[in-house]
Nanobody, 124 residues
Framework: QVQLVESGGGLVQAGDSLRLACAAS??????VGWFRRAPGKEREFVAA????????YYEESVKGRFTISKLNAKNTVYLQMNILKPEDTAVYYC???????????????????WGQGTQVTVSS
């Protein structure tokens, strides 16, 4: 059974940091992504990583502040979030794709498996 379990969310102040973790089990994945949904908004892409080659992608507003990485031994993907802003407040979801893909994995339609989400709240 495939499971993605996010952890690490919380309430922080603007300028603080958080590290989210996505623990995957049940199979291997070609790509893992992070998405977020802010109140009243559509779900949007945040970052993604190809498991085999480690290539990463970021949404423009988080470049330079967020870093996605993977720890293969634990089948875990992390999202290090620095210099957090109030507009980063959202529920963050981990998503995984099983089959190979060569393009930019920034669409939620590319992902089959999803975690339950973890709340990140950034106060000003």
């Amino acid at each position: 059974q495939v499971q993605l379990v996010e952890s690490g969310g919380g309430l922080v102040q603007a300028g603080d940091s958080l590290r989210l973790a996505c623990a995957a089990s049940g199979r291997t994945f070609s790509a893992v992504g992070w998405f977020r949904r802010a109140p009243g908004k559509e779900r949007e892409f945040v970052a993604a990583i190809y498991s085999n080659v480690g290539r990463t992608y970021y949404e423009e507003s988080v470049k330079g502040r967020f870093t996605i990485s993977k720890l293969n031994a634990k089948n875990t993907v992390y999202l290090q979030m620095n210099i957090l802003k109030p507009e980063d407040t959202a529920v963050y979801y981990c998503a995984a794709r099983a089959t190979s893909y060569s393009g930019i994995p920034n669409s939620d339609r590319l992902y089959t498996y999803w975690g339950q989400g973890t709340q990140v709240t950034v106060s000003s």
